[in-house]
């Protein structure tokens, strides 16, 4: 990732609550529907050979509802005589039946090893679907939803290699060209991975273009790219303009390249190797610090350069520019400091430190050309410092001594992980990083759609908080905007052992989650009081409450898909649909 910026996401004061005081249990009863389907959905179980934690997140937690955000309260499934049923409501005490709108042309229980059909809506009117078993479908839907009579139409379907589900997509129009971008996700064997779980992930970047020629007017596949990585995505979205992609993952994402880009990739690797000596090397004690730099043979005393300052040092060799320049990591006695030329042709420098104890963590702010030398007796000391942490005998007396670590007291909320998440910005054109923030504990929630012509927004967890977060591609300086929290449902969803999928309301009046089985958890934000109410142990008036409430599904099998819009949830059962009102239309 050189060359990519490293940014940081800028949580807004404003949209924080510092004195948020928790959810109260709300016993309002929801009005809760239920339709019964004709048909199955079309669930896909895991086989014996999908064994890895990757296979339980990207195919084992599929969502199998999926929310049309071009058009209100509409959502899709597949069932398993693959149809594509549409349920679109606007009123919900005359629910109507979900209804077919395409029918997959194959016979999917053909097919041994087949992933669940999955569908992206790229635009209003167009539509991307594959059907879990390799091959991948472009439909002209025309407009969707509230009874729209229009007939799908397949523009384009091609086999293009092994199964995939389809993570995004977008539609644009470039140079008067009209062009869908979809992303496909694979977790496939990896022969060479003799160490890990033995696959990898794969994100299929295909970019379909159409092409208009002398009576010949078809879509066909304009470009494809590779991207590879070791964990299955939380998050992985296009650009609406189609020039770069977005990922939150655990572990780098990077394009397999072309034959002729790994010659050129290997050359600067060599010439990498060929550099990696250290420019200096350097120790330090409580008191001072000592640099040692090796010099050419021809270098004299009159050619050597060494200015000091109470934070700054420089190095000049003969008229070249400056071999190490920059801040020091703490402040030094500049007068006291002092450099000589050693016998084997070396260059020493001493720094005298102004703060006398605290250890350095590097030399120069930045500079990482150089390496740190530890003497035994600090090794030591180390060594003696941690021994309570790895020692294979309990502390007998932890009051007196230090506590021994018990990974038993760590909550599911402290759960951490060997690498830490990021969130990386590919170019399309370089299919190189050009942005990376290194996320550290903000854990990654779940993804929505707050408007469609936009990217997917997505939820991090911050401190007990969840905030949520805009992508901007066309900002460079404001790429990434906060654009709502979620009071303590952070820490709250932590609590929630059995939660399998997590949504809000794309006005983000309320966040949901629900588990396995039966039971939806709702969250709505603060709302001001109608009536007086007072804090009993601070005795000051409260104006508003965050309420939660809790809704019991009456429904023996388990949740397969989740959607939320600004006044309902919807729920997937195997053969049913339940619709929980939250909101009341304005």
């Known amino acids: 990732m050189a060359g990519a910026a490293h940014c940081s996401l800028q949580a807004k004061r404003l949209l924080l609550d510092p004195k948020f005081e928790g959810y109260k249990l709300s016993l309002e009863p929801l009005a809760c529907y239920q339709l019964g389907l004709d048909a199955a959905v079309a669930e896909v179980k895991l086989r014996d050979d999908q064994y890895t934690l990757d296979h339980m997140h990207a195919f084992g937690m599929y969502n199998y509802l999926h929310l049309d955000s071009w058009y209100q309260d509409n959502v899709y499934y597949v069932d398993q005589f693959g149809r594509v049923m549409n349920l679109s409501v606007t009123l919900d005490t005359a629910l109507q039946k979900p209804r077919e709108v395409f029918r997959l042309p194959t016979d999917l229980t053909a097919y041994d090893n087949r992933l669940c059909a999955s569908i992206h809506f790229s635009s209003s009117t167009w539509v991307t679907l594959s059907d879990g078993t390799g091959r991948l479908y472009l439909i002209k839907s025309g407009k969707r939803g509230n009874s729209a009579s229009e007939k799908w139409e397949i523009v384009f379907n091609e086999e293009l290699g092994s199964p995939f589900i389809i993570a995004h997509s977008v539609s644009f129009v470039k140079s008067d060209k009209h062009s869908v971008a979809v992303l496909l996700l694979r977790v496939e064997k990896d022969e060479l991975d003799t160490k890990g779980s033995g696959f990898h992930i794969t994100l299929e970047w295909v970019t379909i273009a159409e092409i208009s020629e002398e009576g ?5 596949i304009f470009k494809r790219r590779v991207l590879q990585g070791k964990s299955v995505p939380h998050y992985a979205a296009i650009e609406p303009s189609g020039d770069g992609l977005m990922i939150v993952s655990y572990k780098p994402f990077k394009f397999m390249q072309d034959e002729d880009d790994k010659l050129e990739e290997n050359d600067n690797a060599e010439a990498t190797n060929e550099r990696k000596d250290p420019l200096y090397y350097w120790q330090q004690t409580e008191d001072d610090v000592t640099i040692t730099v090796h010099i050419p043979r021809d270098i004299t005393k009159d050619d050597i350069k060494v200015r000091f300052s109470p934070d700054n040092m420089c190095v000049t060799l003969k008229d070249q520019p400056p071999l190490m320049e920059g801040k020091l990591y703490s402040s030094v006695d500049h007068e006291s400091c002092t450099w000589i030329i050693r016998e084997n042709k070396s260059l020493e420098i001493s720094l005298i430190k102004k703060n006398e104890g605290p250890r350095w963590p590097e030399l120069i702010v930045g500079d990482t050309r150089g390496e740190f030398i530890m003497d035994s007796s600090q090794c030591s000391e180390i060594t003696e410092s941690l021994m309570h942490l790895t020692s294979e005998v309990m502390n007998p007396n932890p009051e007196k001594e230090n506590p021994p670590c018990n990974a038993q007291e760590l909550e599911e909320c402290d759960a951490f992980l060997e690498d830490s998440a990021s969130l990386c910005r590919f170019d399309g054109d370089t299919l190189k990083v050009t942005h990376v923030i290194n996320l550290g504990s903000n854990q990654y929630l779940f993804s929505v759609v707050v408007d469609p012509r936009e990217m997917p927004c997505f939820c991090l967890r911050h401190d007990v908080d969840a905030l949520l977060w ?117």
């Open 470 to 586: 805009q992508p901007h591609s066309d900002q460079p300086e404001n790429m990434w905007e906060h654009i709502a929290t979620f009071n303590a449902l952070g820490y709250v969803q932590a609590s929630k052992q059995d939660k399998k999928f997590m949504a809000c309301a794309p006005d983000y009046s309320y966040a949901a989650l629900c588990e396995c089985l039966r039971r939806v958890f709702i969250y709505r934000q603060p709302t001001p009081l109608s009536t007086v109410l007072y804090n009993r142990k601070e005795g000051r008036q409260v104006g508003q409450v965050a309420k939660q409430l809790v809704a019991t599904l009456e429904a023996s099998d388990p949740i397969l898909g989740f959607q939320a819009t600004n006044e309902r949830l919807f729920v997937l059962t195997t053969k049913t649909l339940f619709l929980i009102k939250v909101n009341s239309g304005n």
């Open 216 to 220: 010949d007017h078809r879509y066909d």
